[in-house]
């Protein structure tokens, strides 16, 4: 069974930084680009960032560029997003989705608030 | 970026009745491997997404068959057929053709009349 599960989201003040991290299984992780996506409260869903399989090319919207960073472990299974000069419309619920957009995890909330 | 417009915005329906929800891109969604990778996702009340069709028209597992999709190059539909209880909630198409750069429709909230 494929599962993702994120973790890391929490309370961060404006400008402050946070490290979020989805640990994936069922599913041969190293093969598959992957995406972070992000909802807003009340909104709709807007694409953040990807990286390939491999982890050589990464993308970024330009809403985030410049302050966020994807990476991924192929020997760990894991997807990282690394959130920094955090902004209040940065308040969402982060999803790991795979290149297939057939599985998501259950979202880490992420609160950006002073 | 490919901007996916969605509409009606709101969908009120009545249980057993039929559902039809249209979704159009900028771009044309047929890719170079001649593929058009259009996504239709559920979000219910408090979960996260799912996918309900891919590839325009090809039904996810374990999803009812009165879910359907249809359309081609800019033009895209999601029909249900009888509106039932649990298919309250928040309807997105999502173009993946242009990858990495997914981009969603704004959503259309289905609920009974």
């Known amino acids: 069974e494929v599962q993702l599960v994120e973790s890391g989201g929490g309370l961060v003040q404006p400008g402050g930084s946070l490290r979020l991290s989805c640990a994936a299984s069922g599913f041969t992780f190293r093969s598959h680009a992957m995406s972070w996506v992000r909802q807003a409260p009340g909104k709709g869903l807007e694409w953040v960032s990807a990286i390939h399989a491999s982890g050589g090319s990464t993308y970024y919207a330009d809403s985030v560029k410049g302050r966020f960073t994807i990476s991924r472990d192929n020997s760990k299974n894991t997807l990282d997003l690394q959130m920094n000069s955090l902004r209040a419309e940065d308040t969402a619920i982060y999803y790991c989705?795979?290149?297939?957009?057939?599985?998501w995890g259950q979202g880490t909330l992420v609160t950006v608030s002073s | 970026d490919v901007v996916m417009t969605q509409s009606p915005l709101s969908l009120p329906v009545t249980l057993g009745q039929p559902a039809s929800i249209s979704c159009r891109s900028s771009q044309s969604l047929v890719h170079s491997d001649g593929n058009t990778y259009l996504n239709w996702f559920q979000q219910r009340p408090g979960q996260s997404p799912r996918r309900l069709i891919y590839e325009v028209s090809n039904r996810d597992s374990g999803v009812p068959d009165r879910f359907s999709g249809s359309g081609s190059g800019t033009d895209f539909t999601l029909q249900i057929s009888r509106v039932e209880a649990e298919d309250v909630g928040v309807y997105y198409c999502?173009?993946?053709?242009?990858?990495?750069?997914?981009?969603f429709g704004q959503g259309t909230k289905v609920e009974i009349k």
């Open positions: 989705v795979p290149d297939t957009g057939d599985c």
């Open positions: 999502m173009q993946g053709t242009h990858w990495p750069r997914w981009t």
